[in-house]
């Protein structure tokens, strides 16, 4: 088993991702309706996925996808530095982020979803 996924599986990760799951905000539990159960596209998501150090608000594992739904703290200097940092990292490892606003799935969650749509069906065509 490779370091990171010793990590992933540690019980203080397992842990984190389950409350995280427990204490999820309006934006994301929107977001969790809309990827559910393979409701879009047919993608299989997982919520609050670990990815040491980090944990993924949604991530479809066949596509590396990760849709992060952002809210008011990211907008933040130190917010925008700290995500800049991660998403070099996910990138690192082979993953493609997507980034909602958080309000956006609240005001216009048709546009929500055609977006992550729209990146499913990119990173379907580049395979």
């Given at each position: 088993m490779t370091e990171r996924r010793k990590n992933a599986r540690a019980p203080e990760a397992i842990e984190f991702a389950r409350s995280q799951r427990r204490n999820q905000n309006d934006f994301a539990a929107t977001v969790w309706q809309m990827l559910k159960n393979r409701r879009c596209r047919g993608m299989k998501f997982r919520r609050e996925h670990p990815l040491p150090p980090y944990?993924?608000?949604?991530?479809?594992?066949?596509?590396?996808?990760?849709v992060e739904v952002d809210g008011r703290h990211h907008e933040t200097?130190?917010?925008?530095?700290?995500?800049?940092?991660?998403d070099e990292f996910?990138?690192?490892?082979?993953?493609?982020?997507?980034?909602?606003?958080?309000?956006?799935?609240?005001?216009?969650?048709?546009?929500?979803l055609h977006d992550i749509e729209t990146k499913i069906d990119q990173l379907r065509g580049s395979r």
């Open positions: 944990t993924a608000d949604f991530c479809c594992l066949e596509l590396k996808l990760i200097d130190a917010g925008q530095a700290h995500d800049r940092k991660r996910l990138r690192e490892h082979g993953y493609e982020v997507l980034r909602i606003p958080g309000y956006m799935a609240l005001r216009d969650p048709a546009q929500v």
